[in-house]
């Protein structure tokens, strides 16, 4: 069974400083990920997926299927940033599954 | 677009009660998903359909949980009767398709309270 581990609960940074939510999968196929953020008292929205490669609001994340990784990243966090990010994994067989999510706060 | 829509927002019961949640997906979207939220968790899948059809409902407590979509619309989520460690927000999502690299859309969730 597939599995996402976000092994950081809680994650503080100063603003300006680079920014790094780590995410561990495990999956014996080819997996589809993606990055989900909470910002307080919203709904639970797409921040990125991997297939499109592209950078949004600063962030970046890069699939790496020999460490099994999908690292979120930031190079100069803003306090705006301060959310609540969830890894996420779709099989091929269109199941999902999420991690249990990394609190970032942002210091001034 | 209009978003996902999900009632009741708040629900508080006693256990052993009933409860049930409705959720209505964004026009056109085939799939839609039912996840549970433990305080301090990650979103758990009970139940994905594909249209009308069940495509996983694997964590789904089948003995007290059940859910259908009829029509292939608006789905409706239910637990009888309800327990202590139900306690949690109740997600809705849903997507154009299943799986790949489709987008989910989240409702606002409902969060249930079993005292």
């Known amino acids: 069974a597939q599995r996402v581990t976000q092994p950081e609960k809680l994650l503080s940074v100063f603003k300006g400083a680079p920014v790094e939510l780590k995410c561990n999968y495990s999956?014996?196929?080819?997996?589809?990920l993606f990055w989900y953020v909470q910002y307080s008292r919203q709904r639970l929205q797409l921040l990125l997926r991997h297939i499109s490669r592209e950078s949004i609001k600063g962030f970046t994340a890069d699939l790496n299927k020999g460490e099994t990784s999908f690292h979120l990243k930031k190079p100069f966090a803003q306090e705006e940033d301060s959310a609540m990010y969830y890894c996420?994994?779709?099989?091929?067989?269109?199941?999902?599954?999420f991690g249990d999510g990394t609190t970032l706060t942002v210091k001034p | 677009e209009a978003g996902v829509a999900q009632s009741p927002r708040y629900k508080i019961i006693e256990k052993r009660q009933s409860v049930a949640f409705w959720c209505n997906p964004i026009?056109?979207?085939?799939?839609l998903y039912w996840y549970q939220q433990i305080l301090g968790q990650g979103p758990k899948l009970l139940i994905q359909?594909?249209?009308?059809?069940?495509?996983?409902d694997s964590q789904l407590p089948k003995d007290r949980f059940s859910a259908e979509r009829l029509k292939g619309v608006d789905s409706t989520l239910k637990i009888q009767p309800a327990k202590l460690e139900d306690s949690a927000v109740y997600l809705c999502?849903?997507?154009?398709?299943?799986?790949?690299?489709?987008?989910?859309?989240f409702g606002p969730g409902t969060r249930l309270t079993v005292l």
């Open positions: 026009s056109g979207h085939a799939t």
């Open positions: 996420a994994l779709n099989t091929n067989a269109g199941k999902s599954t």
């Open positions: 359909f594909q249209n009308n059809g069940v495509v996983d």
């Open positions: 999956y014996s196929g080819s997996p589809e």
């Open positions: 999502a849903s997507s154009f398709s299943s799986g790949g690299d489709y987008e989910q859309f």
